[in-house]
């Protein structure tokens, strides 16, 4: 499970390849994006270095401009300016005792690059990577294979197993080539700092699109690059075992000295190129540019074996005929007297890395029954598979990202050159992501829903990723709901989207893995020495959490006390049908049609209540007197009284809960002629027929069921007799794959929002709001009242119809996807893969549901 408060690319309605065709703009820049085929004929790689070269020279100006341009209005606005980009004055939470030293060192290296199909780093700001690249066939065309694209068409990809640490296995078939790519990490005796890893490849014809009999040359890359652009010393000799050559080697402070070898009991043609490039981000354009060149000179399609002097980074083309198993291995500190380089090569290849493997394996599926209480559960076996997919796939696209976020100036003010936005301070983000594929970064709001999977499997990897958002924190309490992080990240992001913009939310999910810590310590859930560790955590992100809240508070809140609205709606657009609401994180569904600051949005309202109720729940447990704990119970309790609440947002017709704001139904999209400089084009533009008046915003869906997803309606209202009711019906949002976000009923139902922007929140079942609902049927299915049995019986049919769909759709296509589509037999739909919060598919096995209901 996301900018500016335009539509941003965290807004997915545009990036399905199979969306609308008015969507030509979106599709236009994702082509130019996708890498396209290897040119044997016009490709020129002085011209990749020369566009490298102006890219330098553009960010040393850039930089100048930024440290000397500045053209402030008074002194006032400079300290407005320099408040966005200072951090909060606490104490980092990665600078707990419980980050450092072996932990720090455990999780060093990893498969933290998920943009590409295999990508290895450390958590360090400029480290060495290593990668993986290969040329596929597709239409009689070469390509090459590195950055994970829905352009490449393959049939399946993704970790089926990993566990978030030391072992994974990823299986990618593309047209008839089916990759096995295994990595484990260990710590030997004689390592260097941060440990040994090993990448397994297991290549051959897929059966299931060719012939047992078809024989296939295949060209596999692996790479080597130093980000800091510390040169490499080329190997290509005999190592120090049998059959085993050492590819390259180098030194680094962090881990000493290193080496790279590759083993294999197959023969081995291979070919490499060196460079001196910076630009890590363009690795797939300099491989590709220098496979053409050669192929034109030589006729031969492989590198040509020249190194550049100082060359920091080094490309390996093994070709070979299929199958094929190879086994690359890194270790560090060999120049250490005692290395025992010999014997951790040897433990790392071959007889001795197959048996580490499988007992990883087998460790990795006794983790995951016991996690997840599968046996108890009595789910079925091919659906475990579906679970083990999501949870694998959720930990390996765990990234580390290290830049600096790009914030909007406050209205007004610009630089000399007319820049209006300036970098946020230099910062690390260890963090999951959404998708691999168009989402590989950090988003606040599913970073949430992430973490209720992450905490339940390893509650250490789970502070470690939430400390690092609450160290993003501002001296305001704020944090950029998108992290665009590093070269890498921003090459995946059209710069238009690129901003920040610090009047913008995001729904503070993080409490929702902060309420499970919270509520797991109090019902003795975790070991002592657990206990301990998350006890120091949330007593020092206190202090950031009420920052957190503080901003929401001042900054959200709506005209009247105790209301609050999403900021950052457009009241002007006249080509939006209904203003978006992307701070929300549900995008296009519908608000009040024409903003303004007495609006009162109840799903807001509802994550308040969870995040002053959680900030009470901490101050009690942990004692924490600082004068603010009975502020935020009395907070909880005002947000939480049932009077109040219906008083302002209940429909007492439907039982549904609304917003409410100035809204009139009668709205539509028209073709008008508009004359562009001196041309007439059609535009589709937005026609408001009926006057707005401030009334409840009459749309059944997600948001209608906000407060009973957090508890707050008694379980022997009539109420709870209507929400179960609006929940059943066929004609509103029961469908057989799961609840539909908005109502059959609603007047924008499947309705476009604008010309190239088709219904996003308006129809298709979405995972985390269904588990969220889930959760809430569970809760009430076990309350003593009149509707307890109707809740049961809803919550196994809603909880059957979704493992069913989401596993039928991974059997079916490889892949969980972003959503699902209500109107074609739940058929996937969006972004794949997306093992964001459609891993929740593991709790609903599971039956593991956050602490919501006090």
Not at 123 to 147: C, D, E
Request: hydrophobic letters at 35%.
């Amino acid at each position: 499970m996301t900018g500016s408060s335009r539509r941003t690319a965290r807004s997915r309605a545009k990036t399905s390849p199979v969306e609308s065709e008015a969507d030509e703009p979106r599709r236009k820049w994702r082509r130019s994006r996708d890498h396209g085929p290897i040119r044997l004929m016009d490709v020129s790689i002085r011209t990749l270095f020369l566009l490298g070269f102006l890219f330098l020279a553009l960010l040393s100006i850039g930089f100048l401009v930024y440290k000397y341009c500045w053209e402030p209005k008074d002194d006032d606005a400079i300290r407005k300016i320099m408040r966005v980009v200072t951090p909060l004055p606490a104490p980092r939470m990665m600078d707990l005792p419980q980050f450092q030293g072996e932990h720090k060192e455990s999780l060093y290296w990893g498969t933290y690059r998920p943009n590409v199909y295999l990508g290895i780093r450390s958590r360090t700001p400029r480290s060495l990577i290593a990668g993986l690249m290969w040329i596929g066939i597709k239409n009689g065309q070469y390509f090459l294979r590195h950055v994970c694209q829905d352009s490449d068409e393959l049939s399946t990809y993704g970790w089926m197993e990993h566990n978030g640490r030391d072992y994974g296995r990823q299986v990618l078939i593309d047209h008839g080539l089916s990759l096995t790519t295994s990595f484990l990490k260990e710590k030997g005796e004689g390592s260097g700092y941060g440990g040994d890893w090993a990448v397994r490849l297991d290549v051959q014809n897929d059966k299931s699109s060719l012939s047992e009999a078809e024989d296939r040359n295949c060209h596999i890359f692996f790479y080597l690059a130093d980000e800091e652009g510390k040169s490499f010393d080329m190997g290509r000799q005999e190592s120090h075992l049998p059959g085993t050559t050492m590819l390259a080697s180098g030194s680094r402070k962090d881990v000493g000295g290193w080496e790279v070898h590759l083993k294999s009991q197959d023969n081995l043609d291979i070919h490499a190129a060196g460079y001196r490039s910076l630009h890590m981000h363009n690795l797939t354009e300099l491989i590709q540019g220098t496979l053409a060149s050669h192929a034109r000179r030589a006729g031969l399609l492989h590198l040509p074996d020249v190194i550049e002097d100082s060359s920091n980074i080094l490309v390996f083309q093994i070709s070979m005929n299929l199958p094929v198993k190879m086994d690359l291995v890194f270790v560090s500190g060999t120049d250490l007297k005692n290395s025992r380089t010999k014997e951790r090569i040897h433990s790392l290849t071959d007889v001795m890395l197959t048996r580490r493997l499988d007992e990883k394996q087998r460790n990795f599926e006794d983790k995951y029954t016991k996690c997840f209480s599968m046996k108890d559960n009595k789910v079925d076996p091919e659906d475990m598979l579906v679970g083990k997919a999501a949870i694998g796939n959720l930990l390996g696209g765990i990234g580390y990202f290290y830049g600096q976020s790009k914030v909007a100036l406050p209205k007004g003010f610009s630089l000399k050159n007319g820049d209006k936005s300036i970098s946020y301070w230099p910062a690390a983000l260890f963090t999951a992501v959404p998708s691999r594929s168009f989402f590989p970064r950090g988003f606040l709001w599913d970073e949430g829903f992430h973490q209720l999977v992450i905490g339940r499997w390893d509650v250490d990897i789970c502070m470690d990723i939430v400390g690092h958002w609450l160290d993003l924190i501002n001296v305001d309490g704020w944090i950029p709901r998108e992290q665009i992080l590093g070269a890498e990240a921003l090459s995946k992001v059209p710069e238009e989207f690129v901003l920040q913009y610090t009047s913008n939310g995001n729904p503070p999910t993080l409490f929702l893995a902060l309420r499970d810590l919270a509520s797991g310590i109090k019902e003795s859930k975790f070991s002592i020495e657990e206990t301990k560790k998350i006890s120091m955590f949330l007593e020092r992100a206190y202090i950031r959490l009420n920052a957190w809240f503080q901003w929401f508070n001042s900054t959200q809140s709506g005209k009247d006390s105790g209301t609050f609205y999403w900021h950052g709606r457009d009241n002007i657009t006249t080509k939006e049908l209904n203003p978006k609401t992307l701070t929300s994180g549900l995008d296009d569904y519908p608000r009040a049609s024409h903003p303004n600051d007495e609006e009162r949005h109840v799903d807001l309202r509802c994550w308040i209540l969870l995040a002053a109720d959680c900030m009470h729940s901490i101050a009690e447990l942990l004692r924490i007197e600082s004068g603010l704990e009975k502020a935020y119970f009395m907070m909880s309790k005002q947000l939480s009284n049932f009077d109040i609440l219906n008083q302002m947002h209940l429909d007492d017709i439907s039982g549904a809960y609304f917003d409410f704001g100035n809204h009139t139904e009668k709205v539509r999209l028209r073709w008008y002629e508009v004359k562009s400089k001196d041309t007439m084009q059609r535009e589709l533009l937005r026609d408001t027929f009926g006057r707005p008046q401030l009334a409840l915003v009459p749309h059944v869906g997600y948001v209608s069921l906000f407060p009973f997803m957090m508890g707050i309606i008694p379980p022997d209202s009539w109420i709870l007799q209507k929400q179960l009711d609006l929940i059943s019906n066929r004609s509103i949002l029961w469908t057989d794959y799961g609840l539909r976000s908005l109502s059959k009923t609603s007047s924008l139902y499947m309705k476009r929002n604008t010309e190239h922007d088709p219904p996003y929140w308006r129809g298709p079942i979405w995972i985390n709001m269904n588990y969220m609902i889930l959760s809430a049927l569970h809760h009430y299915a076990q309350e003593d009242g009149p509707y307890k049995l109707r809740a049961l019986t809803l919550y196994d049919e809603l909880r059957s119809n979704l493992i069913r769909n989401i596993a039928r759709n991974y059997h079916e296509s490889g892949f969980l996807w972003e959503n699902y589509d209500q109107k074609n037999k739940g058929k996937g739909k969006g972004q794949r893969p997306f093992t964001g919060w459609t891993s929740l598919v593991v709790l609903i096995m599971a039956e593991a549901y956050p602490s919501l209901h006090r």
